[in-house]
């Protein structure tokens, strides 16, 4: 037996996997849709499946084997607990001003531009919902994590060429 | 009478506008779908057509007035021929080694790992379908720009404060 096979998980993972043995940004959307794991909330886009793939893919498959899936439920399950604090009025969804205060308070320093930029980015009809919720904290995580792997001075400035601009700009 | 009120295109664009007069990636997303301006191929996502309205919406309100919408269809209508041509094999979908190409045919200079990463987030099950296709070379376009417009000096590098670093890359 290979140790996975006794995971309560495994027979679920295999069954989404597919032929291949991962599980790809369609195979996600598929399974999260079925599982109801965004519970009330709407089914994950294409787009949030991709993103949170982006963030586990380490060796850049653009697919998820077993141990990044199971991760990937873990965060799921954070981010959610998370979202329910951060919507404080208990509405279903993030309004902009609460969405503000999430960012500050994970402890980026933004200034209320960038902060405004993220918020337009994100909101669907002033309300941002839980889908878009995840992709912008794992976008915004992932793209700070890029960023000070550069600062390696800690000056809050990188010199970026072009092409890793681009690679880092267009990858998440 | 408004000028816009002689334009054919006027009461279609009130019609999807709705009440505030603008057209948001919710409203040109039924739009698209309804008109059948992606052909064939798939209707396009919620993502795609916040891409594309960040692409046109100058003064950053998230919508799009008349004039934008009109630009909107126009641009859709070149991307839709390019992706025809890009697309050498007729099959429909345009696939990695056409995409390559196609990004260093427009002119932009990457390194094959910059590609492939490219590929790696735009594809779907090895093919890049004509909605991510839009998405693909709008995001390229805009980050371009965005790095050309602080590269004053032509030398390929630019240094980003982090705040402008997320505002960046965060807002297409
Ligand atoms: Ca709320
Ligand atoms: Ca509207
Ligand atoms: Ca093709």
Redesign the interface.
Known sequence: FAPSAQDPMWGYFTAIAGQDGEV???ELQRCLTQTGVSGSYMPF???TC?IMI?MLDRD?S?KMGFNEFKELFTALNGWKQNFVMVDRDNSGTVEPHELSQAIVSMGY???P??LS??I??F???GKIYFDDYVA?CV??RA??EN?RRR?TMQQ????????D???????I
């Open positions: 790809d940004a369609e886009s294409l787009e991709r982006a850049y653009g320093r933004l200034s531009q960038a930029c993220i337009k980015r909101n669907r009809g912008c976008k915004l793209l700070t960023f600062d809050g400035a990188v010199s970026f060429q072009y092409d601009f681009i690679t880092c700009s267009m990858s």
